[in-house]
């Protein structure tokens, strides 16, 4: 969710734009000219900023890269703090017995 909104700051507008941006990015799936190509009457149709489609999409590898990293790391995080706290109240635990 915080990536779909970086993107949409930083990518959505300057380098291509869509009819609906918050649709257009997945962690999962490239861009496509689908996407890109979707017009909502003749007035609403998007398009490429002067880049072409491989491109954007290696941008999109980038950006993804940094993203799907930081969601691994903080979940690596999250879980070690989680096992250090309750092995330093499992030691509490048996320091507790023992007395």
């Not at 950006?63 to 703090?81: D, E, V």
Request: charged share 10%; proline share 2%; aromatic share 16%.
């Amino acid at each position: 969710m915080l990536a779909n909104g970086f993107w949409s700051c930083a990518v959505w507008g300057n380098l291509y734009w869509s009819v609906d941006y918050t649709s257009d990015f997945s962690a999962f799936f490239p861009i496509s000219s689908d996407q890109i190509e979707y017009s909502w009457g003749p007035q609403l149709t998007g398009g490429l900023n002067g880049i072409t489609l491989s491109q954007l999409n290696a941008v999109w590898a980038s950006f993804i890269l940094g993203a799907w990293l930081l969601a691994i790391g903080a979940t690596w995080w999250t879980l070690r703090s989680m096992n250090m706290r309750h092995a330093s109240i499992r030691i509490r635990n048996l320091e507790n017995q023992s007395s």
